[in-house]
């Protein structure tokens, strides 16, 4: 889904220079701040997008298995890809800028609603359904959610012995068109011409797009700003306010909350330099050497909008009719999230990062 990134207005803040010994902690700072670049870059950004590929083209074998052979396990098996898929998509929209935006990988593979009405009429056309074909279709028959409409049905509902054939092939297509986006996005990271891995982690050093290492770090938290303020203010709220089931993303997986909490997990692996078992320097432990109790704080409000998904025991279209309280709480802890991360971190950032 197409997201714009939250226009950061950066303050002027006057710093008083002073002479540092080589082993200050100012000293201790700089090399703090150029390690969590690297970290961020090596242990967050590249595996997750590398995890992302290698499960695209999983998805894309299952999706051939049901092709071949339409039984039970091998919808279940496609059903069960999708959503391991998904998750580790959500969690890189913690992380939603660079090559992503700029080269509209997003849309591409992330484009919400569906056009259920247009695909159907295409499954009963005689159009061609070649990966050629389909990459010219519009966004909203691409990507993640007609492959959800084809596979889930109605939450769930759908039988391997009703899937078509035609939407077989579609379903082809899309998942070669899809694994072909994921590799893309991961060589825009990880190889020239771009290797937007080395243009942070060179920022202020000699990198192309960040010319100093503040640029770089307002990148980052801007994107962890902006997907509080999607999740909460919209994926959650638009349909919340106008208490629509249709506005709720994934729905036919019944994959909603699923998607919201997986978005903050990503902002929380940026946050902490986490990618499952493996952990490095990450922003808190900038935060934590000038202010351990914003450090502290932070953390607990992310955890504490983690947390408050597991309390909506419904699909979210049936939460924001019956459980709004509940939904309501989450948004809330979003937008306090959302406060401290735009009225204290990214204060903080262009405070202490200097280059």
């Known amino acids: 889904m197409k997201k714009t990134i939250l226009a950061i207005l950066i303050l002027s803040a006057g710093l008083t220079a002073c002479k540092k010994d080589s082993d200050s902690p100012e000293d201790n700072f700089d090399s703090l701040k150029t390690t969590v670049l690297a970290d961020f870059t090596n242990i967050v950004a590249l595996p997750t997008y590398q995890q992302l590929n290698n499960k695209a083209i999983y998805f894309n074998t299952t ?6 052979n339409a039984t039970e396990a091998n919808l279940t098996a496609a059903k069960e890809a999708w959503k391991d898929m998904r998750s580790t998509w959500e969690q890189s929209e913690g992380f939603l800028f660079g090559p992503v935006e700029d080269n509209d990988y997003d849309p591409h593979m992330d484009t919400w609603p569906t056009d259920y009405v247009q695909m159907d009429s295409l499954m009963n056309s005689a159009n061609p359904l070649t990966l050629t074909y389909i990459q010219a279709l519009t966004l909203s028959l691409r990507g993640y959610h007609p492959l959800e409409y084809i596979l889930f049905g109605n939450h769930g509902s759908r039988t391997a012995a009703s899937i078509t054939e035609r939407q077989k092939t579609y379903m082809l297509s899309l998942t070669t068109d899809l694994q072909q986006t994921c590799e893309a996005l991961y060589q825009s990271w990880s190889a020239a011409p771009v290797n937007y891995a080395n243009q942070i982690i060179n920022a202020g050093n000699g990198s192309t797009i960040y010319s100093t290492k503040k640029d770089a770090y307002l990148a980052i938290v801007g994107a962890m700003v902006a997907i509080c303020e999607e999740v909460g203010e919209g994926k959650m709220k638009e349909p919340f306010d106008a208490m ?8 036919y997986s019944g994959n909603s909350i699923a998607d919201f909490k997986n978005n903050i997990i990503g902002l929380q692996n940026v946050y902490l330099s986490r990618m499952g078992n493996t952990t490095g320097k990450g922003i808190s432990n900038l935060v934590a050497s000038k202010n351990i109790s914003l450090d502290n ?16 025991s ?6 924001i009719i019956h459980q709004r309280p509940l939904c309501q709480q989450t948004m809330t802890a979003l937008g306090t999230l959302k406060n401290t991360l735009e009225n204290q971190l ?8 200097n280059d």
């Open 314 to 319: 419904m699909f979210y279209e049936d939460a």
């Open 297 to 312: 704080q932070i953390k607990n409000q992310i955890q504490t909008a983690i947390n408050s998904f597991d309390n909506i």
């Open 244 to 251: 629509d089931p249709n506005l709720v993303e994934s729905p």
């Open 63 to 68: 999706i051939q298995s049901l092709n071949n």
């Open 346 to 353: 990214l204060p903080f950032i262009i405070q202490y990062i």
